[in-house]
């Protein structure tokens, strides 16, 4: 069973494969970040079954974090571990082991700007199951594209998701934070961990009831991205594919 955590107002899930290099300086500028917000929070480190000093990074972080301007509880970094596969285990892992009224992931590289996270709490508290960052909804910019390759291929990506997601510009980004009773409701009827999580995850609080607020950002491309695309690309639409066809069963 997983563990769980005692309750804040919100507590914000990296999941981390062989993210030492850049988890330092990621945990600081969150923590900051949060430091400076109004609500009670948490960063929940999940080490993906990293071969790097990820978890040993992670630690030596969970320091606690505040400003000399903020009289507010300081940002606590907790470190758990899941040694399953899948960037979908590892979300799974922080969100199913949270208590706190809201919950949600962001990746290590930061592409989408943590101030979105003003954006997102306004659409949770206004009744939002979830709020997710987009690269292309309207308004949205990419300050740093990806490499051409990899736009052709999350283009075909898109429009395969875009069927099991009606009205969802980007399924894939990775800032999404969620109402947690709601996500949670919506995990138990995901069967699907791998590059096609998100899809599943977001069709299924669709099919509750929930409502998806789509935020438009500025997004930057981080180049040192551990996505391999000869590799992970045929992976993704594997995965994809498999959950057509669990749809259809």
Known sequence: MPYARSAVDLELVVPAFNEAARLPATLAVVSGFLADCPWRTRIVVVDNG???????????????????????????????????????SAVRRG?????????????????????????????LDAGA???????????????????????????????????????????????????????????RRCRVNGFAFDVELLRQIRRGGGRIAEIAVAWTDDQRSTFRPLH?????????????WLELR
């Open 129 to 187: 199951t979830a709020a997710i960052a987009s690269r292309h909804a309207p308004g949205a910019q990419l300050v740093r594209p990806q490499p051409f390759g990899r736009r052709l291929g999350g283009a075909a990506f898109r429009a395969l998701a875009r069927r099991l997601v009606p009205g969802v510009h980007d399924t894939q980004c990775g800032f999404k934070i969620f109402d947690r009773v709601g996500v949670q409701h919506a995990l």
């Open 50 to 88: 990293s071969t790097d000093d990820t978890a040993a990074v992670a630690v030596g972080s969970a320091e606690p974090v505040a400003t000399a301007t903020v009289a507010r509880d300081p940002v606590e970094v907790v470190v758990a571990g899941c040694s399953r596969p899948g960037k979908g």
């Open 95 to 123: 969100i199913e082991s949270s208590r706190s009224r809201y919950v949600g992931f962001i990746d290590a590289d930061l592409s989408t700007p943590i101030e979105t996270l003003h954006r997102a709490m306004a659409e």
């Open 232 to 244: 992970d690309g045929p992976a993704a639409f594997a995965d994809l594919l498999r959950l057509y």
